[in-house]
């Protein structure tokens, strides 16, 4: 297994805590370097407490592109908020040229910049994983995306009628900046819907059933939850004629047969088996000729950073465990 430098922008969010804390036991990651300008000097530690003599290093104001050219593998992740690295894409590209580098590169970005562009591959690891050899610019999913596809990406040959979908996510999917609706305080008593049938994950979604000749006609609403960490989602769906309860969960062991990071569960999954992992929990139900298919992950993992290393592991062809095989921390 070969070694590879990775520089993460944004490291002070909590995505960029999720990848420093999953690339800190990665075998294969030699060096690790992270940039937040208004963070600049102090050690990770100071915005990721959880990292406090585990994880060497500092926030650093800018990109050392220098010091990342001299790698044989380079590696940069972006969890910049969402805009900010289409914004800095063209600098990025030319600090690349300039320093040779550009393309020995393999960038995996976090944000919505680019999962619609057809020059990235969009990383949704657990559908078609071949697709992510070798890649070197790699968009990951989002967090509800991410979900609602496990979900669906089955029911594709079916081709159901209708499809609606409720998920609840928790506070640490808007960020580490708080806002009214957002900051966790306001939210913690409390459960409601927002952006009801126009959430933009939407797009994902469609796209990659579309490309497996489904145009769904998805109705989604997402719902803001009482807990940091989460993703909750469920589809409902009519049934093709003769399919029951055994019959849509063997559909779904044998779709999914051999995605390490997929567990079909009985009955419900349950959030707290998957938070601080790189697993999503499936369960389905079925009566009287309709489907319901249940999805649990952590946003920050399965749907952000863990899914992110995954993609790394995937282009560098190396075991998609590699580094992310620990379990949850249950109870929470």
């Given amino acids: 297994m070969k070694s590879v430098d990775v520089l993460i922008l944004g490291a002070s969010g909590y995505g960029g805590g999720e990848l420093l804390r999953w690339l800190s036991i990665h075998p294969a990651v030699k060096s690790l370097r992270g940039t937040a300008r208004s963070h600049a000097g102090k050690p990770f530690h100071a915005q990721h407490p959880n990292l406090r003599g585990l994880v060497e290093g500092a926030f650093e104001a800018a990109p050392d592109w220098a010091a990342l050219a001299q790698s044989e593998a380079p590696v940069l ?25 550009l393309e020995r590169l393999t960038v995996i970005d976090l944000s919505a910049d680019f999962r619609l562009d057809p020059a990235w591959v969009y990383g ?8 992510m050899r070798g890649a070197r610019r790699i968009a990951n999913p ?21 499809v609606a979908v409720t ?14 609706t957002t900051h966790h305080p ?7 819907a927002y952006k009801m049938l126009g959430h933009q994950h939407e797009a994902e979604v469609l796209r990659t059933l579309a490309a497996e000749g489904w145009e769904a006609p998805l109705s989604f609403v997402p719902q803001s939850a009482p807990m940091v960490r989460g993703i909750f989602a469920v589809a409902q769906f009519p049934l093709p004629a003769g399919v029951d309860a ?38 389905v139900a079925a009566r009287h000729g309709h489907g319901a298919v249940l999805v649990a992950l952590d946003n920050l993992g399965k749907g ?16 998609e465990w590699t580094g992310l095989k620990a379990p949850g921390t249950y109870p929470g």
Wanted: aromatic share 10%; glycine share 8%.
């Fill in 77 to 101: 992740f972006s969890a910049l908020p969402h805009g900010e690295l289409g914004k800095l894409w063209p600098d990025i590209e030319a600090a690349g040229r300039a320093h040779d580098l």
């Fill in 124 to 131: 949704l690891v657990d559908w078609k994983p071949e697709r």
């Fill in 142 to 162: 989002g967090c509800f995306a991410t979900a609602l596809q496990l979900a669906l990406l089955p029911l594709a040959p079916w081709q159901p009628a209708f």
């Fill in 167 to 180: 998920a609840a996510t928790g506070s640490s999917g808007s960020g580490a900046a708080p806002s009214d």
């Fill in 186 to 192: 306001a939210r913690a008593q409390d459960f409601r």
């Fill in 246 to 283: 055994p019959a849509l969960r063997a559909h779904f062991e044998s779709y999914y047969s051999g995605r390490f990071f997929v567990r079909i569960v009985e009955g419900s999954p349950r959030v707290a088996a998957t938070t601080g992992s790189a697993f999503a929990d499936i369960g």
């Fill in 304 to 319: 952000m950073a863990a899914q992110a290393v995954q993609n790394l592991n995937l282009a560098m062809q190396w075991p």
